[in-house]
């Protein structure tokens, strides 16, 4: 909480002397959370969110769900490319025959974006939002082509509103095994959660701080900011926390993988994974009574828009030689060329 003087000095660099809020930020020291929120207040007489209803905006009119519409939509998409004032005020006049003032789009919008700020960093929600993920691996039996026993790692992404889960398998669970696979998924949705919740794995946490703070492995951090999702972690030792991909990961080993199967080839079985994941989606949601792949229909327009750029999942490691011409990475030993050896041994 500021005092009122920090206050009207915000209010002043942003209405008549027309700062941004990032530049009143460096000039109070203030963070722009608190900035944003000084600098957009209306109302003075108590802490609360801003009056939204439409009578308040009569200029707006039958505009303010079409605006409404946009905003949320750019909640999926890159920043650079969501709506400005200027570029909503040009379409409503374009698209719409808008002849109102650009002050009353200002007015309506700058409001809106702070009550939908407000919405997500104020207030725990009370049911599993649309958009959020959590994510697991989960170990199963497999035979080889040849019929010997096998361990290999089943990564599932599931979505607590709707109960839809996406499910694909690796030979192991190390950091690329867990990007390919999540990246694989988004692919397939067709968007990227909001925010996932995982355990601490050490492929994505590098340190677990105090409370909630993490200090992220680089190639996750990287990955990432890549898609933009943001990401939550578990208590440690309180896998239940994120319950749904817990009990996805055994409905899926039950269901999936019984009897045990025979994997020759991991990119193809991967493909008879999504017919599954796709079949098992027709049953009802457990609570409401409705297909899944109804609720998940509706929940995928709330993903991030996929990036444009392709992520590249690789790792560099350095590698000793051994004298019979081998160099061995995640215990898996690999021959080298020839030239190699002897540059090795020269």
Not at 217 to 237: Q, T, V
Not at 293 to 299: S, T
Request: hydrophobic content about 35%; overall charge positive; proline content about 4%.
């Amino acid at each position: 909480m500021i005092n009122m003087a920090q206050a009207h000095y915000i209010k002043n660099l942003y209405e008549n002397e027309e700062k941004s809020l990032r530049e009143i930020s460096r000039i109070t020291e203030l963070s722009f959370q608190t900035v944003q929120k000084y600098a957009y207040q209306s109302n003075w007489n108590a802490e609360h969110l801003p009056n939204m209803d439409p009578e308040r905006y009569p200029v707006l009119g039958k505009h303010i769900a079409t605006i409404d519409d946009w905003l949320e939509e750019d909640k999926r998409q890159p920043r650079k490319q969501r709506h400005t004032i200027t570029r909503i005020y040009h379409r409503l006049q374009k698209e719409f025959g808008f002849e109102g003032c650009y002050s009353s789009v200002k007015r309506y919008v700058r409001k809106k974006k702070y009550l939908m700020h407000e919405s997500v960093t104020g207030y725990l929600p009370l049911s599993q939002p649309m958009g959020y993920a959590q994510v697991d691996f989960g170990e199963f039996k497999y035979y080889d082509g040849l019929g010997r026993d096998n361990i290999a790692y089943a990564l599932t992404i599931s979505a607590p509103f709707s109960n839809m889960a996406f499910t694909q398998v690796f030979k192991s669970q190390n950091q690329e095994c867990l990007l390919e696979g999540m990246k694989h998924i988004f692919h397939y949705m067709g968007g990227v959660p909001i925010r996932i919740k995982a355990d601490n794995m050490t492929t994505a946490v590098a340190h677990v701080l105090k409370g909630t703070e993490r200090t992220l492995s680089d190639g996750f951090a990287r990955f990432k900011l890549h898609y933009r999702f943001g990401a939550d972690f578990c208590n440690p030792a309180s896998g239940n926390e994120k319950g749904n991909v817990e009990n996805k990961v055994g409905y899926s080993r039950r269901n999936f993988f019984v009897p045990v199967p025979t994997i020759e080839n991991f990119e193809e079985y991967n493909k008879k994974l999504w017919g599954l994941c796709e079949e098992d989606a027709e049953r009802d949601h457990y609570k409401i009574g409705v297909p899944i792949k109804d609720l998940w229909e509706q929940e995928r327009k709330c993903l991030l828009a996929l990036p444009e750029n392709e992520y590249l999942v690789f790792r560099y490691e350095s590698a000793r030689i051994s004298n019979y011409g081998y160099v061995t990475v995640d215990t898996n030993k690999y021959g080298v060329f020839l030239s190699l050896r002897v540059k090795r041994h020269s």
